[in-house]
């Protein structure tokens, strides 16, 4: 059950391995009776005002004793986002909990990601704080991008979203995730939360791999090169491509910092392109890691790719040599990719 709106009760996104679409609770297939329908809200605010493990103890009409047990899942910052609830006879060992993890992130699209949500969506490379192309480049498929990407509108954003996506662990299997999302707010102050859990991936519901990921992340790029894929109604990257050896390939998870001169102009070039008045533009811009490093030149072509209600850019980008030093060269797993490339 997610709970990402405090102030709507929860609604289910899985039942056991099911997937489901904001579901009310009446629907869950567990609950034997309406009397136990009738226990499952009030427990859950318990369990979210609680933040700890509750159980409800009833006796059916039948006579036979069971449990409602609703477990918390915390988000990274400590707010309870989903309930895990079981309803079993009353001296049933409780099951293991499935995997439910919490992402949270704002506008500037800085995702931070509790250690359920990391095992799921980052795997090996799992990090506390990370950006949403980073998170979304470990996912073979994603149900509804456009529809997701209108979470981060800055005109007109949707509040909710539930899709589903593929990724494939580290046992070389695909494994079907649901995830739903909330948001609320404005401008910067905007915030969004998902729910992440894994579901059954059937020979009728299985998503196959999305074809125009699996050719941009593998078009041939030059040395200092990267291919990124903008939203114009959010101002966001959610798609950054650059070889693995390559020292922008770590941009993917690094927030860079735009030059205050550089800013109107790339602006400009995002309204440009999501108005329709110009198809293609060319922009110098520069950008930093952290305050204290150098200003990194670069020279970026941009295309509009996509029409509709979500349209998007591809821009390739190049570094104007040199590459001075970054925050970059700092970053242990940066490193690991570098000498795992080499």
């Known amino acids: 059950m997610e709970t990402l709106d405090q102030g709507s009760g929860g609604t289910m996104i899985a039942d056991g391995l099911q997937p489901r679409r904001f579901s009310k609770l009446n629907r869950v297939s567990l609950a034997p009776t309406i009397g136990v329908v009738r226990r499952l809200q009030p427990l859950i605010a318990r369990c979210v005002a609680s933040r700890r493990f509750v159980m409800d103890p ?25 309930v895990c609830v079981w309803i079993g006879e009353v001296d049933a060992v409780l099951p293991a909990l499935p995997d439910v993890g919490v992402l949270e992130w704002d506008a500037a699209v800085v ?42 509108s800055l005109d007109n954003p949707i509040d909710e979203w539930i899709g589903s996506a593929t990724r494939t662990f580290s046992d070389g299997i695909p494994h079907r995730l649901q995830i739903a999302a909330r948001a609320d707010g404005t401008g910067p102050g905007r915030r969004m939360r998902a729910v992440v859990c894994e579901v059954v991936d059937d020979t009728q519901t299985r998503l196959a791999p999305e074809m ?40 993917c998870h690094h927030r860079p910092l735009l030059h205050p001169g ?81």
């Open 111 to 152: 995702v931070a990601a509790s250690v359920a949500a990391r095992n799921l969506l980052l795997g090996d490379e799992s990090v506390e704080i990370s950006l949403l192309p980073d998170m979304l480049s470990n996912l073979d498929r994603f149900e509804n991008r456009a529809d997701f990407l209108a979470l981060l």
């Open 262 to 342: 550089d800013q109107a102009r790339i602006l400009a070039t995002c309204e440009a392109l999501l108005a329709g008045s110009a198809m293609t533009a060319t922009v110098r811009g520069r950008v930093r890691f952290d305050p204290a490093d150098e200003w990194i030149e670069l020279e970026s072509e941009w295309t509009r790719i996509i029409e509709g209600d979500q349209p998007q850019a591809l821009v390739h980008i190049a570094v104007v040599a040199p590459l001075p030093a970054s925050v970059v060269d700092n970053c242990p797993r940066c490193r690991r990719a570098s000498d795992s490339a080499a």
């Open 212 to 251: 125009y990921l699996k050719a941009m992340r593998h078009v041939p790029i030059l040395p200092g090169h990267a291919l990124a894929m903008v939203d114009l109604n959010a101002k966001v990257v959610h798609d950054w491509i650059a070889n693995d050896s390559d020292p922008m390939a770590g941009w």
């Open 58 to 82: 009833m006796t059916l009409s039948c006579g036979a004793e069971i449990r409602i047990v609703g477990v918390p899942v915390l988000g990274p910052y400590g707010h309870v986002r989903a």
